[in-house]
């Protein structure tokens, strides 16, 4: 639309048509620019081109690694995954069966098939993990590629629009546009799983962080002190948060007032999953949450 209204006049393109029908490419009919417009349309690419040329050699500092949250079910149905899907014995309990489905994804991203799954050649990364753990949504892993084996496109660093907080929502993204070569070789240490039940499946704290619901508790150890963590709903049932309770205190400690009152932080993370010991979950068997099994 950008070319189009600003640029090149409607009557310098037409429809692409197949059966007599628009060609649609990713839910917009695909055009072809008529004699009459080519040079307009030759005139963009050159800008396009010297805006990116100008920007990728700007003497900037890049991070070594950047990070791409993918939602895993955004995946699953995708025409190229589907064979691999059938393939799968999805025959066990929802949280084994995702995370049977997840490892698959991965063998399949690890196997040089990414591009296979992603509808174009460039992709947007971040330089924070927060950001990328965001769009995730705990329903997918985090993908890290390292800058000097891929082409970076434009970035924060380059183009000042892609600094500032995005509009719609107000989050500063660190955004990077790249082009990760075909025949990138990712490795399984490439990816963080950020999936609450693939975590669950395999008994790993970091689930903790991920809790959206009140029937599932975890127990666990730190620091000498024993630890239950449960999320809890507020008062009118439409939202609630994380809450961290020890036997010898009656108060539902925030994670931040326990840091306080203890002199450490409760919840599992990378940097202090050595301090966890005898970890173990919970799940509620009655309405009132007052009877608990092993999960």
Request: charged content about 30%.
């Amino acid at each position: 639309m950008c070319l189009t209204d600003r640029f090149i006049s409607i009557m310098d393109v037409e429809n692409i048509e197949k059966n007599k029908k628009p060609l649609m490419v990713r839910n917009a009919p695909a055009l072809k620019v008529k004699i009459s417009g080519q040079a307009k349309v030759n005139r963009i690419i050159k800008g396009l081109y010297l805006y990116w040329f100008l920007n990728s050699r700007k003497k900037v500092k890049i991070p070594k690694i950047l990070y791409r949250g993918i939602r895993a079910h955004d995946l699953f149905n995708h025409e190229n995954f589907k064979d691999v899907m059938t393939k799968l014995d999805l025959s066990g309990s929802i949280v084994t069966n995702r995370k049977t489905a997840i490892d698959a994804l991965i063998r399949f991203i690890c196997d040089k098939k990414l591009h296979k799954i992603t509808d174009g050649h460039l992709l947007s990364f971040t330089a924070t993990i927060p950001t990328a753990k965001y769009f995730s949504n705990g329903n997918g892993f985090i993908l890290k590629v390292d800058t000097s084996r891929v082409e970076i496109i434009t970035s924060e660093v380059h183009d000042e629009e892609l600094s500032g907080p995005e509009p719609a929502y107000g989050r500063i993204e660190r955004e990077y546009i790249i082009k990760i070569p075909k025949d990138y070789d990712f490795k399984p240490s490439d990816i963080m799983i950020n999936d609450k039940d693939y975590l669950l499946a395999d008994k790993n704290p970091l689930c903790v962080a991920l809790f959206d619901h009140d029937d599932i508790r975890a127990k666990y150890e730190m620091h000498g002190i024993e630890i239950t963590a449960r999320f809890i709903w507020n008062s009118n049932g439409t939202a609630g948060s994380l809450r961290f309770v020890t036997p010898d205190h009656w108060e539902q400690y925030t994670r931040g007032n326990f840091k306080k009152s203890f002199g450490f932080d409760p919840l599992p993370t990378e940097s202090n999953l050595k301090d966890i010991n005898n970890f173990r979950l919970e799940k509620s068997i009655d309405a009132w949450n007052q009877k608990w099994r092993p999960y």
